[in-house]
């Protein structure tokens, strides 16, 4: 039988840092951009990554970017942005963020846990907060920074074999980076570069 979706979330809260013990350090990553970029340090950022449950099963909420933004413009990401100094954890960069940017409300937002931190070559230390989203949620992008705001299904991210790696030049040396193979049936947009390093890492945390 199918596991169902309330428990399937409570397993993947299990594997997750509790909220109540922030994840520490900069990131796997951080080493190699400081290396590469030149980056002296990175500031305190947050995104939410919404599990919905719906009755097809779990999706993952997704935003596409305006193009004129100054970071990652076109990209898909996970809502979220830099912490502010009135935001008391990641948890409350994230929840803010995800509602200036999508409308959906904190109270639509049940926190899960954390993943490890991830380095952008933007220079932001991100917290990946996973969320489970209230399906019955009204996404009201803002237009300044959200062109779509969309769903893709959670299983199909999780298949290692839904996800490629391409060569990205940075600085003198070649990176390369997670990208999702592009499906339209799946998923309207490219899903790349940290965005896919994200769900990358919660698929091995979930399979170990």
Not at 70 to 95: I, K, M, N, Y
Not at 114 to 142: E, G, M
């Amino acid at each position: 039988m199918p596991e169902p979706e309330g428990a399937r979330l409570e397993r993947i809260a299990r594997r997750l840092h509790p909220l109540d013990h922030p994840t520490r350090g900069e990131g796997s990553n951080a080493a190699d951009l400081r290396r590469a970029l030149g980056i002296e340090a990175f500031r305190d950022a947050a995104v939410l990554v919404g599990l919905v449950p719906r009755e097809s099963g779990v999706q993952v909420l997704l935003t596409l970017r305006t193009t004129d933004l100054r970071h990652h413009a076109g990209q898909v990401s996970f809502p979220g942005g830099r912490s502010e100094s009135g935001d008391a954890d990641a948890l409350a960069t994230a929840l803010r963020e995800t509602h200036e940017e999508t409308g959906i409300e904190p109270v639509r937002v049940m926190p899960l846990g954390t993943l490890d931190p991830l380095a952008t070559v933007s220079a932001f230390r991100v917290v990946p907060v996973v969320a489970r989203i209230d399906p019955a949620y009204i996404a009201r992008p803002d237009p300044r920074e959200v062109a779509d705001v969309f769903e893709v299904p959670f299983d199909w991210l999780m298949q290692p074999g839904n996800l490629t790696r391409i060569e990205v030049a940075m600085g003198d040396s070649v990176r390369h980076v997670p990208e999702f193979v592009r499906d339209d049936t799946i998923t309207p947009h490219r899903i790349w570069g940290v965005t896919a390093m994200i769900l990358d890492n919660l698929r091995t945390l979930l399979e170990d």
